[in-house]
């Protein structure tokens, strides 16, 4: 039986990047719609924002939809 550390050091030769540790990141940072600090594109929040809506929306519309078309078996 192939233990969870085994699955590890076997994804190690498919990338080898994986098993290091990330890089901090602030996720609570600065939540401004408008961000004057950021001139090459002020606008990046809500940009994120924009993604993580149609994500949601993608998510809890149409992939219901579309498996239950694959489950049925109808086209």
């Not at 076997?10 to 401004?32: A, I, T």
Request: hydrophobic share 35%; with cysteine; aromatic share 12%.
């Amino acid at each position: 039986m192939q233990t969870v550390d085994d699955a590890r050091l076997l994804m190690r030769h498919v990338d080898p990047e994986l098993g290091q540790p990330l890089p901090e990141k602030s996720y609570g940072g600065n939540c401004f719609i408008y961000d004057k600090e950021r001139p090459d594109d002020p606008f990046h929040n809500f940009w994120v924002l924009m993604n993580i809506m149609f994500g949601f929306y993608e998510i809890c519309i149409c992939l219901p939809t579309d498996s239950a078309v694959i489950c049925n078996g109808h086209s």
